[in-house]
């Protein structure tokens, strides 16, 4: 089966692209072995996009998380999903449907944007420790569970011992969550680190996570209302921006996406 490995801000996935109907398999446990990092291809998740209407254009996108569980939402799988049908097919607008939610996309010269659904905002979920304080997490629905904590140093924070803990927290329990750590760089300008569920690890960058950091910032009177820079570990940053026609519950998330090789795969 031919693949290509495709990276969103350096959130890396396997993207297999308008499979054929021979093509069925046990798209989880296919997931875990083609994300294997020693074993596999190596990625963060499996994306499967597939064209199902030319008018409008709208792909049906699966994600699967490197553990095999499905992602509900996953802003840079849906911006590497909609890159590759501008490459293929030259859509540069479109829809995609993740998970039974219809989002936007743009594709444009340097960036591609995709529309995120913002949902339910709880300050305080729950609390932890972090290098010795007591440290509250607020929680945002981005179309997958986030909390995010507002720290004075993201790089102080041991990213993947904290957000193990974090992730498995009785108050997310039993789905658990995503976990963001963010610094405020300005009134336009978060720094992010992210933990992520189902990768079980830190991820260079996360669309529908950068969303959550921005949406609880702004809760927060940290950032403006307006477009928001996103910095993240990949050095690839993520921009935010309010939905122009919805602009409390749905955001565009853009920034740059990345093929770096195809391949075939038995
Ligand atoms: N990296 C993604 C989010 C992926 C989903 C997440 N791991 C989950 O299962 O909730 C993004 O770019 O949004």
């Not at 997931?31 to 254009?57: K, N, Q, Y």
């Not at 095999?68 to 849906?78: F, I, K």
């Not at 992210?194 to 990768?199: F, K, L, P, Q, S």
Request: glycine fraction near 10%; charge should be neutral; proline fraction near 4%.
């Amino acid at each position: 089966m031919r693949f290509r490995k495709i990276h969103g801000a350096g959130n890396d996935f396997v993207l297999l692209t308008d499979l054929g109907p021979a093509d069925k398999r046990e798209w989880p446990k296919e997931a875990e072995r083609l994300c294997a990092r020693r074993t596999g291809i190596g990625a963060d998740g499996l994306v499967i996009s597939s064209r199902v209407s030319d008018e409008p254009t709208v792909l049906e996108v699966d994600c699967f998380n490197a553990d095999g569980s499905v992602a509900t939402m996953c802003g840079n799988a849906l911006r590497c999903a909609a890159w590759a049908a501008q490459c293929d097919q030259g859509f540069r607008t479109m829809q995609l449907r993740m998970a039974g939610v219809l989002h936007e996309a743009t594709v444009d010269t340097n960036s591609v944007w995709v529309t995120a659904e913002v949902g339910a905002i709880e300050p305080r979920v729950l609390q932890t420790i972090i290098n010795g304080r007591p440290t509250w997490f607020d929680s945002a629905h981005t179309g997958t569970e986030h909390v995010v904590a507002v720290v004075d140093d993201v790089d102080a924070i041991h990213a993947e011992v904290v957000g193990r803990v974090v992730r498995h927290h009785k108050n997310v329990a039993p789905i658990g969550t995503n976990v963001n750590f963010v610094q405020r760089l300005g009134r336009q300008a978060l720094k992010i680190r992210t933990y992520e569920r189902g990768v079980e690890a830190e991820t260079l960058s996360c669309g529908s996570g950068a969303v959550a950091a921005v949406v609880v910032a702004t809760m927060r009177g940290l950032v403006a209302k307006r477009e928001v820079t996103v910095h993240n570990r990949a050095g690839e940053p993520l921009t935010v921006r309010p939905h122009h026609d919805r602009p409390e519950r749905a955001a565009w998330v853009g920034g740059p996406v990345t093929q770096t090789f195809e391949g075939v795969y038995a």
